[in-house]
């Protein structure tokens, strides 16, 4: 472009400043004064101490929590398959009892779920201890993961249903037409195409369960929620909720950002 | 002692009690929803602004909320509102305790998480709605305010409405949380009779029955009200 041509453009008029505008700058400006807030308590109320002697153990928590959603994730996808079948099943007993169970651990909140397998388990600790799995029930973290595997397998196996059930028709019968089998066409046809819809449902769930998983404090189990109910219990001070507020949101966001990298590349041929 | 009995409402049964816990958790959630749907739509109406700095600023409202635990959020506002009152409210009377009612903590709590959701929900409703119906309200000479709210809002409200039937039973589920800073819901009511009369399985059973029965009676009432919104759809 030629200085001439740029020349004639008249400059843009200055953004007025609206309602919209001044409200936003507002908003805008208490958040940064929030998170300066924020920034300058966690400096002056710095102790070297207190730090030294929780940092080891907020990690720790850190890492049981991270423990405890992998794994009750991964048990939880593995249930999730029988479950979603069943849901899917022409069988109307199984895909009933496939309903009923999605209902039941959909509808109650886990914390309730995690109460009954942890005390109210103990009630049959004779027959429990008859058939071996009395240590299994004793245990808080035992019990949470069992819970939670069961919760999010609920979860899960609706996600699972959901993408399958979003793949058309005619993707089966091509598979049909082309001699392939129905679990060859499930592992080579649908499972590819259903599993880029459930990505995201999927990475929700996961952040779900990290934010969850904070509850299993409130049955002494000492994840990162856990660890900073200790220290403000023997400290009272009350940035060990800050840090611990601060440790989650960086997980969560980081996993999210994770997952959004994730779908953008796995969808990059369906990009026009 | 058998189960029914266990139950009963009267002095030995603990079925008035937990009676009294399901009042305290449909009470919570009763009085969160409209303070929580107030807020998202405000934070909504922030997010699909044409300004960008009011975007930013509700987006980071949703960045917050939705990435906090909810036992974190519940836990932060019962301690942090109760430190800040003390440490305000001791510049005028030096040796004032204050204690914060865990009613309106939980109500702060799930309303802050309820309305970063409802957000989201709302926001894609405005999606929704053609650039068309704004135009048509101005083009009869409805001022903004009055556009949105005899034009926009009664459309939003229907598109929105699965989205926040199921943060409604989202946030039934989370009042169970309250019973953690000693709010006297079904959860802790139920846990009470539990620990007393050492029928474990009994007690968190029942609980997870009323949950279950809330939650069936939610969904009754939401497709009630989506059919009665339906049915207000003019013919296409």
């Not at chain 1, 058939?131 to 699972?160: D, K, M, P």
């Not at chain 2, 960045?63 to 305000?88: K, S």
Request: with cysteine; glycine share 8%.
């Amino acid at each position: 472009m030629t200085a001439e041509a740029l020349a004639q453009r008249p400059p843009a008029p200055p953004r007025p400043w609206t309602r919209a505008r001044i409200a936003g700058w507002v908003l805008l400006g208490l958040w940064a004064a929030a998170g300066l807030g924020l920034a300058l308590f966690l400096v002056a109320s710095w102790n070297p101490e207190l730090f030294s002697q929780y940092a080891p153990r907020y990690l720790s928590g850190l890492w049981v929590t991270i423990q405890l959603v992998a794994i009750s994730v991964a048990v939880g996808a593995l249930l999730s398959i029988p479950i979603a079948y069943a849901r899917l099943s022409r069988n109307r007993v199984l895909s009933w009892l496939g309903y009923a169970y999605v209902y039941v651990f959909r509808g109650t909140p886990l914390l309730a779920q995690t109460f009954l397998i942890y005390y109210g388990f103990g009630s049959f600790r004779p027959q429990l201890e008859a058939v071996g799995l009395w240590s299994f029930f004793r245990e808080a973290w035992s019990c949470a993961l069992f819970a939670f595997s069961l919760n999010t397998a609920a979860y899960q196996a609706e996600i699972l249903r959901g993408a399958i059930q979003s793949v058309p028709r005619g993707q089966w019968e091509g598979a049909a037409a082309l001699g392939l089998h129905r679990l060859q066409a499930l592992r080579l046809v649908v499972l590819p195409q259903a599993l880029v819809v459930a990505l995201r449902p999927y990475g929700n769930e996961l952040i779900l369960m990290i934010k969850g998983s904070a509850i299993v404090a409130i049955i002494t189990v000492y994840d990162l929620m856990g660890e900073t109910r200790r220290a403000y219990s023997r400290s009272f001070d009350f940035q060990t909720y800050l840090w611990a507020a601060l440790l989650y949101l960086a997980l969560v966001e980081s996993l999210r950002h994770a997952v959004d990298w994730i779908e953008r590349r796995i969808t990059r041929h369906l990009v026009r | 002692m058998d189960a029914l009995a266990l139950l009963s409402f009267g002095p030995t049964g603990w079925g008035d009690e937990i009676a009294w816990g399901v009042l305290v958790t449909v009470s919570l959630a009763l009085a969160t929803l409209p303070f929580g749907l107030a807020l998202g739509f405000l934070v909504a109406l922030a997010k699909q602004s044409p300004e960008p700095s009011l975007r930013a600023a509700g987006q980071i409202y949703t960045t917050i909320f939705r990435g906090l635990p909810e036992l974190l959020t519940l836990f932060l506002v019962y301690f942090g509102v109760q430190i800040g009152l003390q440490r305000i409210v001791r510049l005028v009377i030096p040796d004032a305790a204050i204690e914060v009612n865990s009613f309106v903590a939980g109500m702060i709590a799930l309303g802050v998480v309820f309305s970063s959701y409802a957000s989201e929900v709302f926001l894609s409703a405005f999606k929704a709605i053609p650039r068309g119906q704004y135009e048509g309200g101005h083009a009869l000479g409805l001022t903004d305010a009055q556009t949105m709210r005899l034009v926009i809002l009664p459309q939003l409200l229907r598109v929105a409405l699965p989205g926040l039937g199921n943060l409604w039973l989202i946030l039934v589920k989370d009042t169970a949380l309250v019973s953690a800073i000693g709010l006297s819901d079904i959860l802790r009511q139920a846990g009470i009779a539990a620990r007393v009369s050492r029928e474990q399985f009994l007690f968190f059973g029942v609980a997870i029955l009323i949950y279950l029965a809330l939650a069936v009676i939610s969904s009754a009432g939401i497709s009630a009200i989506e059919r009665r919104v339906g049915r207000a759809r003019p013919a296409r």
